[in-house]
């Protein structure tokens, strides 16, 4: 079993930045592809960005490339998110979330495990 707790989140002016911390249980969490997914009130789940299991490889969607960058530290198994140039657009939940079978990419249908989210706002 996987738990993924997410940090960081908070309010911040637009063009600011903010950096997302994901802490996660279990001693195979090296071995996990890890996402960023995002909600906003009254919109689906989106991804955000995700990082292969070796850090290799990152993905992101059209929306936040160039101004997020996810990252894995694997001796704190923790995986985080920078966000540089803030938009206003870019507030919502964001939920960490991890893929045993290390396939996931951009579906959120593709993540067994999943945080409680932290609340990101961006005032204009």
């Known amino acids: 079993q996987v738990q993924l707790v997410e940090s960081g989140g908070g309010l911040v002016q637009a063009g600011g930045s903010l950096t997302l911390s994901c802490a996660a249980s279990g001693r195979t969490f090296r071995t996990y592809v890890m996402g960023w997914f995002r909600q906003a009130p009254g919109k689906e789940r989106e991804f955000v960005a995700a990082?292969?299991?070796?850090?290799?490889?990152?993905y992101y969607s059209d929306s936040v490339k160039g101004r997020f960058t996810i990252s894995r530290g694997n001796v704190k198994n923790t995986v985080y998110l920078r966000m540089n140039s803030l938009k206003p657009e870019d507030t919502a939940v964001y939920y960490c979330a991890a893929d045993p079978k290390r396939s996931a990419v951009g579906g959120a249908y593709e993540y067994d495990y999943w945080g409680q989210g932290t609340q990101v706002t961006v005032s204009s």
């Open positions: 990082v292969s299991w070796s850090g290799d490889s990152t």
